[in-house]
């Protein structure tokens, strides 16, 4: 039983110190300590150490390479950080059934994130609307001013919308900064600009500035992606009439969508995570996108082609980066990114919509004709030793 969760300023102690705190209050046997000692060797702890709070060890995910995938006309390997059994390997065989089609087309992707500011005590929301509009050239000045090393690249805030909420506690504005954050996922350079032009906003305004952050529903930021899967590789015409039912199926049953686009982030997700990328952003900004303007429905849509091969595709936000955060900070990160020869975020955003497509196709394929537990047990057997 833990003595005490209340230990003191843990932060200010070592990596070392902190084992020792914790194996105490929680008394770990000689064994646990040993364990969390040598689950990171003394420079990746360094680097840990400084990525987070209070580290105390590394928790290891494998990292698999699913093949076969062809993007765009380029030949990729593809890291994906899963602790899902079978992910790689479905990613891997929808990717081969894909192949002999062109593989994955994707298209070009604009790297642009929303910085939003919440305006309160508004009095005349529409007036406001008019001002922000008027001041529009102000603002964007303001925001730039605020990353100098983005705007020198290229990047930097493009253009200001404002859009009047009702609520039950009265009319807000709701400010959107459209902001092109280049090669970085964005978050901390756009949620610094939303900081700074909110005085800005207040005295054209006379509102008062409340909420300051980027949103994740990345509206700007759409990947998409499509691949023709043959007919034949998937089981033949049975398989992808059924495959077409069970999409019409998440198509008008909201119980199976989110089943369904839990499968595509499985994929998704794990590229994001391979690459130091946050996979919160990236589900909470594909699930909302699944849900925005219309109810919640899958991210893919299916047809079949005169041929009867199933044509599949994707659109789904994908706010990741190549610079910035822990891409930067851990090289495994950069490994991977190194491994799958990723040049940009455009690129990357790519390859995680077509890896989100090629799992869909996988799961899909799996339920429609076999059910997913049999490839699922064979995993999970090898695991338990069986
Ligand atoms: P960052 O601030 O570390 O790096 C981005 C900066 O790199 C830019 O602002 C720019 O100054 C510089 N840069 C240099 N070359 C560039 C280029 N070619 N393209 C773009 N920028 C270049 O990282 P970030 O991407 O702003 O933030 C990402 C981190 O923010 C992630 O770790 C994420 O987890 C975290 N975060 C997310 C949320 C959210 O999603 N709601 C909120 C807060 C923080």
Redesign the pocket.
């Known amino acids: 039983m833990v003595t005490t969760s209340g230990l003191g300023k843990l932060y200010e102690k070592t990596v070392k110190e902190r084992i020792e705190a914790v194996a105490g209050a929680c008394n770990l046997p000689p064994g646990a300590v040993a364990e969390l000692e040598s689950s990171m060797d003394p420079a990746m702890a360094k680097i840990l150490d400084l990525m987070v709070e209070n580290v105390i060890g590394a928790f290891q995910i494998p990292l698999g390479v699913a093949t076969n995938f062809v993007i765009n006309g380029k030949e990729r390997l593809v890291a994906m950080a899963t602790e899902e059994p079978s992910v790689v390997a479905a990613a891997s065989n929808a990717a081969r059934m894909a192949r002999s089609h062109g593989g994955f087309v994707a298209d070009p992707v604009e790297s642009l994130m929303i910085g939003q500011v919440q305006l309160v005590d508004v009095d005349d929301a529409g007036a406001a609307i008019a001002t922000i509009k008027g001041n529009e050239k102000r603002i964007i000045d303001v925001a730039n001013e605020q990353?100098p090393?983005?705007v020198k690249?290229g990047?930097g805030a493009r253009r200001v919308d404002a859009f009047k909420v009702d609520t039950s506690v009265g009319a807000m504005v709701d400010v959107h900064v459209v902001i092109d954050?280049?090669?970085?996922?964005?978050?901390?350079?756009v949620?610094t600009m939303a900081e700074k032009v909110a005085p800005l906003l207040c005295d054209i305004t006379g509102g008062r500035p409340l909420l300051r952050?980027?949103s994740?529903l990345a509206v700007h930021r759409v990947a998409r992606a499509r691949a023709t899967f043959d007919k034949e590789l998937l089981g033949g015409s049975e398989v992808v009439a059924a495959v077409i039912q069970a999409v019409e199926f998440a198509n008008h049953d909201m119980y199976r969508a989110a089943t369904h686009n839990k499968g595509i982030m499985n994929g998704a997700s794990a590229v994001v995570r391979a690459t130091g990328n946050?996979t919160r952003?990236v589900e909470a900004g594909a699930h909302a996108y699944a849900a925005w303007g219309h109810p919640y429905r899958p991210l893919t849509r299916f047809r079949v082609d005169p041929a009867g091969n199933l044509l599949g595709e994707i659109e789904l936000p994908v706010a990741v980066?190549i610079?910035?955060?822990?891409t930067k900070a851990h090289p495994m990160a950069q490994l991977c990114l190194r491994i799958m020869e990723i040049d940009g975020a455009q690129t990357l955003s790519q390859v995680v919509a077509s890896v989100g497509l090629a799992q869909n196709v996988a799961a899909l394929r799996a339920l429609a004709a076999e059910g997913i537990q049999k490839g699922h047990m064979k995993l999970h057997a090898r695991k338990l030793g069986r």
């Open positions: 990353d090393v983005l690249a990047g954050c280049l090669d970085a996922m964005g978050a901390n350079a949620n952050i980027i994740n946050d952003a980066g610079v910035g955060g822990a």
